[in-house]
């Protein structure tokens, strides 16, 4: 039997045509995809949705605001003109804000994603291929990071961090470092597993190197697990940057920040809780629709769920 044909014995897998049939299938996944394309879009083309309302989100309008500085009017001043309301002391349009918030957690929450799914990938399966003292070695910084107070690092961090240095690349970086052990875990295991296989023991065995064997025979195996996890990781990151922003080391203002304007909202949710209710509403969206489509793709791509449905 030619190491082609024991690898599709031994790792089966379900086609796109398939997978995306179950998919279309879960109502759930559905929901979730479809608010998440919704939000994603509407981050990409922040300018061209705000310019819709007519105002962007660092336009200050006094005018809108009472002698306290709350919002003017009912429900936060929601007019025809600011169809949010606006920002009590500033006068921004919420709109816009939340528009470029979106901007925000979901361009930091995707790219802590990559960083974390990079490092958990090599971590884990390094360990996991190779065994012995690397094993050992990597699983015990595994289970350090793991159990390192990361929050209180990432506050320490954004405060003493100079105002020069780029604060959303350093979010990025520290928020995706400290993400990467629960993958490193799972990959580490799925390699021990998948190293024992017959194609990968048969590739070894025809003198492929171990780079060789990493990259073309066990990695593409993993696709699918690391695929599910980065989509499931997704609504995590962005939560740790609203949790940073909320705290006030998060990205710097004026950047529209989802966690920040939470932040401020607390303050003014007695008088005005339209600032708390849209930018809390939309965080809580994003994140549920990110489970919704991670738990719908989990069910999609598991091969034996497909089985079990037969």
């Known amino acids: 039997m030619s190491v082609m044909s024991t690898e599709q014995v031994d790792a089966p897998s379900l086609g796109g045509r398939q997978v995306g049939r179950r998919l279309r299938a879960d109502p759930g996944a559905v929901v979730g995809v479809v608010v998440v394309l919704g939000f994603v879009l509407v981050a990409a083309l922040a ?22 500085g709350a919002p003017a009017g009912a429900f936060g001043g929601i007019s025809a003109d600011h169809w949010f309301g606006v920002e009590p002391l500033t006068g921004r349009d919420l709109f816009a804000v939340v528009v470029y918030g979106a901007r925000t957690s979901i361009l930091v929450g995707l790219l802590a994603t990559v960083v974390s799914v990079v490092l958990g990938v090599v971590v884990g399966l390094l360990a996991g291929y190779f065994g012995g003292w690397s094993d050992r070695l990597l699983s015990r910084a595994t289970d350090v990071v793991f159990g390192f107070p990361s929050l209180i690092f990432m506050i320490a961090l954004g405060a003493i961090i100079p105002t020069w240095l780029p604060k959303s690349a350093l979010i990025v970086l520290v928020i995706g470092f400290f993400g990467w052990p629960p993958i490193a875990r799972v990959v580490r295991g799925q390699t021990l597993l998948l190293k024992e296989r017959n194609y990968v023991v048969a590739s070894r065995a025809a003198g492929a190197g171990a780079g060789h064997v990493m990259l073309r025979q066990i990695l593409p195996n993993l696709a699918a697990t690391i695929i599910v996890f980065a989509t499931i990781s997704v609504p995590g990151k962005i939560g740790a940057e609203a949790a940073l922003s909320f705290l006030g080391v998060g990205v710097p203002p004026p950047t529209p920040a989802w966690g920040r304007s939470i932040g401020d909202a607390i303050s003014w949710v007695q008088t005005d809780p339209m600032f708390l209710i849209f930018p809390g509403a939309a965080l809580f969206l994003v994140t549920l629709a990110f489970n919704l489509f991670g738990d719908g793709l989990r069910d999609a791509l598991d091969p034996r769920s497909a089985s079990l449905r037969r």
């Open 47 to 68: 300018p061209l949705v705000v310019l819709v309302s007519g105002h962007n989100p660092y336009d200050y309008d006094l005018d809108a605001l009472d002698a306290t």
